[in-house]
């Protein structure tokens, strides 16, 4: 909640709690897609015209999952997650080709 009045200490944080999630498995895989994520995609995509409300809902997604971590229940925390990723790269796809957010609506 802290960062949701700044769209760079938002992303910054965003990315983080994706960091420390790709961590929890002990994978290296995990964290190795993650930070070639961030370097490919995250650090020089377009901050869209609907970045509030999309940080809004994301930063509510996330403390979704860390709940339903918290309280064990890892197909909860991993339908959460899918829809959270899927939601995001729908937003991201249309950025990437030229489309807007409310155009697809």
């Known amino acids: 909640d802290a960062n949701l009045n ?3 200490a938002f992303r910054n944080a965003d990315v983080k709690f994706h960091r420390v ?3 929890i498995p002990g994978n290296p895989i995990f964290v190795a897609l ?4 961030v370097e490919r995609l995250m650090k020089g995509r377009k901050i869209p015209s609907n970045f509030e409300d999309s940080m809004r ?3 509510e997604e996330h ?8 309280d064990k229940d890892a197909d909860q925390a ?3 997650m899918t829809e959270h990723l899927a939601r995001n790269f729908a937003s991201h796809f ?4 030229g489309g807007s957010a409310e155009a697809q609506q």
């Not at 993650?34 to 994520?37: G, K, L, N, Q, Y």
């Not at 249309?94 to 080709?97: G, K, P, V, W, Y």
Request: proline share 0%; no cysteine; aromatic share 4%.
């Open 6 to 8: 700044s769209r760079i």
């Open 78 to 80: 991993e339908t959460i």
């Open 57 to 59: 809902t994301s930063n």
């Open 63 to 70: 403390k979704q999952i860390v709940g339903a971590l918290l």
């Open 34 to 37: 993650h930070e070639a994520f």
């Open 21 to 23: 999630l790709a961590e």
């Open 94 to 97: 249309r950025d990437a080709i």
